[in-house]
């Protein structure tokens, strides 16, 4: 069984210094724990612990692309949802990208899964896509040395071939000679 958050979207916040997923509402829960029976507690700012009730997973829809929540901790006093940037991470093979009026979530091949805002000094999860700039790509036309050196040295033949094959953009056609080859 699935179940979508009845939460509103700016209610989770990413949270690079816990080390669990905290929530205050049983219904963000989808599997559980009896009650949590460990003596661990949340430490908060003011150094005051929290007391766990349960320990669960859950499955976070704030995005196109579900993230599982893994040990995500019933906390009934403390006062956000917080999502552990490092466990979300871990457990679902993305990262995150900070910027200063939003967020990005992205997989290993760049595809952006989430974009965030930021608000009252929080980074939180929304659906401001339309919101935000248009990203801005400039192309730079690198000579051949430099596509050399950044494809490790090779040859000038496949270096040729490659620019072709890919249209990378050059600045200049001339074949110099590499001192470190």
């Given at each position: 069984m699935v179940m979508i958050f009845t939460t509103s979207e700016s209610d989770w916040h990413p949270d690079t210094g816990v080390t669990h997923h905290l929530t205050n509402n049983m219904t963000n829960l989808i599997l559980w724990s009896d009650e949590y029976i460990g003596s661990n507690q949340v430490l908060v700012g003011n150094g005051a612990g929290l007391h766990?009730?349960?320990?669960?997973?859950?499955?976070?829809?704030?995005?196109k692309t579900p993230l599982v929540l893994n040990q995500l901790l019933l906390v009934p006093n403390i006062q956000k949802n917080l999502i552990?940037?490092?466990?979300?991470?871990?457990?679902?093979l993305v990262y995150f990208e900070f910027h200063d009026s939003f967020f990005l979530i992205k997989d290993y091949s760049r595809k952006i899964l989430h974009r965030g805002t930021f608000e009252d000094g929080l980074y939180s999860f929304s659906n401001l896509q339309d919101i935000l700039p248009p990203l801005v790509f400039i192309v730079v036309h690198a000579s051949y040395p430099l596509w050399h050196y950044h494809l490790g040295h090779v040859s000038f033949p496949i270096l040729q071939k490659s620019i072709s094959a890919f249209a990378f953009p050059i600045a200049n056609k001339p074949l110099p000679v590499c001192s470190d080859c």
């Amino acid at each position: 069984m699935v179940m979508i958050f009845t939460t509103s979207e700016s209610d989770w916040h990413p949270d690079t210094g816990v080390t669990h997923h905290l929530t205050n509402n049983m219904t963000n829960l989808i599997l559980w724990s009896d009650e949590y029976i460990g003596s661990n507690q949340v430490l908060v700012g003011n150094g005051a612990g929290l007391h766990i009730s349960k320990v669960g997973s859950s499955i976070f829809h704030h995005s196109k692309t579900p993230l599982v929540l893994n040990q995500l901790l019933l906390v009934p006093n403390i006062q956000k949802n917080l999502i552990s940037v490092k466990k979300i991470c871990v457990d679902n093979l993305v990262y995150f990208e900070f910027h200063d009026s939003f967020f990005l979530i992205k997989d290993y091949s760049r595809k952006i899964l989430h974009r965030g805002t930021f608000e009252d000094g929080l980074y939180s999860f929304s659906n401001l896509q339309d919101i935000l700039p248009p990203l801005v790509f400039i192309v730079v036309h690198a000579s051949y040395p430099l596509w050399h050196y950044h494809l490790g040295h090779v040859s000038f033949p496949i270096l040729q071939k490659s620019i072709s094959a890919f249209a990378f953009p050059i600045a200049n056609k001339p074949l110099p000679v590499c001192s470190d080859c």
